[in-house]
Nanobody, 125 residues
Framework: QVLLVESGGDLVQPGGSLRLSCAAS????????VAWFRQVPGKEREFVAA????????YYADSVKGRFSISRDKANGAVYLQMNSLKPEDTAVYFC??????????????????WGQGTQVTVSS
């Protein structure tokens, strides 16, 4: 059983930074990836970034490349999303998910079968 709990969401001004945390328990080294997705009302969940739990390979959506950084702390069972140069269009509920997707399917929300409850990020002046 995998349990994910997100934290760190907040209200931040445009251009600001925020770090989200995903506390992950129950992960093994058997091909798991942990990803961040975001969702706004009326839209589908959108891929943001992912990291392989074992090898540490990272993947990013084009919209966040160069601004966001995903990392993991295996010893403490945590995945982080450092978000810099935030824009109003980054406003969303951010979820972390865990699954075993092949590389080509990493951006697909349907490949993740464990999800946290989400944390709200609002970018506004």
């Amino acid at each position: 059983q995998v349990l994910l709990v997100e934290s760190g969401g907040d209200l931040v001004q445009p251009g600001g930074s925020l770090r989200l945390s995903c506390a992950a328990s129950g992960l093994t080294n058997s091909g798991y990836a942990v990803a961040w997705f975001r969702q706004v009302p009326g839209k589908e969940r959108e891929f943001v970034a992912a990291i392989r739990w074992s090898g540490g390979s990272t993947y990013y959506a084009d919209s966040v490349k160069g601004r966001f950084s995903i990392s993991r702390d295996k010893a403490n069972g945590a995945v982080y999303l450092q978000m810099n140069s935030l824009k109003p269009e980054d406003t969303a509920v951010y979820f972390c998910g865990a699954g075993r997707p092949i590389v080509s399917a990493i951006p697909s929300a349907s490949m993740y079968y464990y999800w946290g409850q989400g944390t709200q990020v609002t970018v506004s002046s």
